[in-house]
């Protein structure tokens, strides 16, 4: 017999019982439905949470901080910047803690780390003509910012060569206000008809902004206190907005350049933020290190906690993540795995069933000339045949159960639950990639190829003679 007389006559069979067809397939079906629909949610979880832990920093980045764990030791007025102390009592303890230049050597020698950058911030006022705001300034080196995950919107990326240039966050030029104003000073962000956010009044790519390292500058003009003078700055570039705002109030500066105009501003103010006394530099707050391999990011974390250092990164919140979805799809796998076993006994019965309904068929095939490899493959293709079909429709199932888990009336809700990530782009609850259904089908088939060969061995055996006798 060719493979097109086998495949007719298989397709024959089945269709003749199509409600015995219908119900050994329904366990694949179901099968199937348990296991794409919850390894699709699996996937879409992950796939959220990877999204959200890259927008709220990025996976791939490894904070250190000084041993003590707390970030606001040593540091005056709770600002952040390089360790700097005029107490003698608390010296000795911050020396043995802090992070000196020669420990961001070390890590950079740490396997999986591609660069590294010290971190300073510090908080400061932008002035534009009549309109002023207060920010936060960021200051690493540059060849790590795009490593850092800031994207340039307008303008260009910094770098060293550019004087006192900075990157600006998408907020910022919208957070210039007029101080004189007798009204709140967000009463005209947006057009009281349409409700649409009116144009920024600053333009930091264009206009002229001084920085100043003292929010006060304004308001002691009279004071006998040495205050610090605004410098001129300029605007390179002006950073993508993201989804969670991450740098939308920030600015971003070169490393060395930043600590240079701090220093400038310590000294004309004659160290008032250290009670009149040059500081100590006992290092860095903190450090950041790119592993872009993510298997590596533990590994480094264990590295740096070994040299006496405290290492963040968002790899532990993912990690319990992937953990809680791997045992969502464990428990609903296992689900799935209880009903593609009954349904292969379920197939396995039915072509036993089918071997005892057709056995003058079988002999008679027998006779005129068919061998017993044709015969068993022909009862190998119907049972495949039937773990084919219920997987088969229990993907299409599936998308359309995908489909609708994606467009429910509360995603919106959920979104703010943090189920969802916001942004422009939807967020899907469900995803079922190309490969899923290629593994599904082929996975079905196996099933149903499986339990159809213990049938197809009975039939090869039985006699030709004594099946058209018994019949």
């Given at each position: 017999m060719?493979?097109?007389?086998?495949?007719?006559?298989?397709?024959?069979?089945?269709?003749?019982r199509?409600?015995?067809?219908?119900?050994?397939?329904?366990?694949i079906i179901?099968?199937?439905?348990?296991?794409?629909?919850?390894?699709?949610?699996?996937?879409?979880?992950?796939?959220?949470?990877?999204?959200?832990l890259?927008?709220?920093?990025?996976?791939?980045?490894?904070?250190?901080?000084p041993?003590?764990?707390?970030?606001?030791?040593?540091?005056?007025?709770g600002?952040?910047?390089?360790?700097?102390?005029?107490?003698?009592?608390?010296?000795?303890e911050?020396?043995?803690?802090?992070?000196?230049?020669?420990?961001?050597?070390?890590?950079?020698?740490?396997?999986?780390?591609?660069?590294?950058?010290?971190?300073?911030?510090?908080?400061?006022?932008?002035?534009?003509?009549?309109?002023e705001?207060?920010c936060?300034?960021?200051?690493?080196n540059?060849?790590f910012?795009?490593?850092?995950?800031?994207?340039?919107d307008?303008?260009?990326?910094?770098?060293?060569?550019?004087?006192?240039?900075?990157?600006?966050?998408?907020?910022?030029?919208?957070?210039?206000?007029?101080?004189?104003?007798?009204?709140?000073?967000w009463?005209?962000?947006?057009?009281p008809?349409?409700?649409?956010?009116?144009?920024?009044?600053?333009?930091p790519?264009e206009?002229?902004?001084?920085?100043?390292?003292?929010?006060?500058?304004r308001?002691?003009?009279?004071?006998?206190?040495?205050?610090?003078?605004?410098i001129n700055?300029?605007?390179?570039?002006?950073?993508?907005?993201d989804?969670?705002?991450?740098?939308?109030?920030n600015?971003?500066?070169?490393?060395?350049?930043?600590?240079?105009?701090?220093?400038?501003?310590?000294?004309?103010?004659?160290?008032?933020?250290?009670?009149?006394?040059?500081?100590?530099?006992?290092?860095?707050?903190?450090?950041?290190?790119?592993?872009?391999?993510?298997?590596?990011?533990?590994?480094?974390?264990?590295?740096?906690e070994?040299?006496?250092?405290t290492?963040?990164?968002?790899?532990?919140?993912?990690?319990?993540?992937?953990?809680?979805?791997n045992?969502?799809?464990?428990?609903?796998?296992?689900?799935?795995g209880?009903?593609?076993l009954?349904?292969?006994?379920?197939?396995?019965?039915?072509?036993?069933?089918?071997?005892?309904e057709?056995?003058?068929?079988?002999?008679?095939?027998?006779?005129?000339?068919?061998?017993?490899k044709d015969?068993?493959?022909?009862?190998?293709?119907?049972s495949?045949?039937?773990?084919?079909?219920?997987?088969?429709?229990?993907?299409?199932?599936?998308?359309?159960l995908?489909?609708?888990?994606?467009?429910?009336?509360?995603?919106?809700?959920?979104?703010y639950?943090?189920?969802?990530?916001?942004?422009?782009?939807?967020?899907?609850?469900?995803?079922?990639?190309?490969?899923?259904?290629?593994?599904?089908?082929?996975?079905?088939?196996f099933i149903?190829l499986?339990?159809?060969?213990?049938?197809?061995?009975?039939?090869?055996?039985?006699?030709?003679?004594?099946?058209?006798?018994?019949?």
């Amino acid at each position: 017999m060719n493979r097109i007389d086998l495949i007719r006559m298989g397709l024959k069979n089945l269709f003749r019982r199509k409600l015995r067809t219908f119900l050994t397939t329904l366990g694949i079906i179901i099968g199937t439905i348990s296991i794409v629909v919850m390894i699709s949610i699996g996937l879409g979880m992950q796939i959220s949470m990877d999204k959200q832990l890259s927008n709220m920093g990025n996976i791939d980045i490894v904070e250190i901080y000084p041993s003590n764990g707390n970030s606001d030791n040593g540091f005056y007025g709770g600002m952040s910047m390089s360790i700097y102390s005029d107490n003698t009592s608390t010296t000795k303890e911050q020396e043995k803690n802090n992070i000196k230049e020669e420990d961001l050597a070390s890590f950079k020698q740490i396997k999986g780390v591609e660069n590294a950058t010290p971190i300073i911030e510090y908080d400061a006022s932008l002035t534009c003509k009549k309109y002023e705001t207060s920010c936060n300034i960021v200051g690493m080196n540059v060849d790590f910012m795009e490593l850092y995950g800031i994207e340039i919107d307008g303008g260009r990326m910094l770098t060293k060569d550019d004087k006192n240039g900075y990157i600006y966050g998408s907020e910022i030029p919208y957070r210039f206000y007029n101080p004189n104003q007798r009204f709140s000073r967000w009463d005209d962000d947006y057009d009281p008809i349409t409700g649409e956010r009116k144009p920024p009044k600053v333009n930091p790519l264009e206009d002229r902004i001084k920085l100043n390292f003292d929010r006060r500058y304004r308001y002691n003009n009279d004071s006998d206190e040495k205050m610090g003078r605004p410098i001129n700055v300029t605007a390179i570039g002006s950073i993508k907005k993201d989804d969670y705002w991450r740098f939308a109030d920030n600015i971003f500066m070169d490393f060395d350049q930043l600590s240079e105009l701090r220093d400038k501003y310590d000294k004309m103010t004659a160290y008032k933020a250290y009670d009149g006394r040059k500081p100590k530099d006992l290092g860095y707050e903190k450090v950041y290190l790119y592993v872009p391999k993510r298997s590596d990011v533990e590994n480094v974390q264990k590295e740096i906690e070994k040299l006496g250092f405290t290492a963040r990164s968002n790899i532990e919140m993912l990690n319990q993540t992937q953990s809680i979805t791997n045992t969502i799809k464990m428990v609903f796998g296992g689900i799935g795995g209880i009903a593609l076993l009954v349904a292969a006994i379920g197939i396995t019965n039915t072509m036993v069933m089918a071997i005892y309904e057709r056995r003058k068929e079988i002999g008679v095939m027998k006779v005129i000339g068919a061998s017993i490899k044709d015969i068993k493959k022909l009862f190998l293709f119907e049972s495949a045949t039937l773990g084919l079909l219920g997987g088969l429709l229990g993907i299409i199932i599936s998308l359309i159960l995908s489909y609708a888990l994606n467009n429910l009336q509360n995603a919106k809700f959920m979104s703010y639950m943090g189920i969802y990530s916001r942004g422009e782009e939807q967020f899907q609850l469900s995803i079922i990639p190309p490969w899923l259904i290629i593994l599904a089908l082929v996975f079905t088939s196996f099933i149903g190829l499986v339990s159809g060969y213990l049938p197809a061995r009975k039939a090869m055996k039985l006699s030709a003679l004594e099946a058209i006798k018994t019949e």
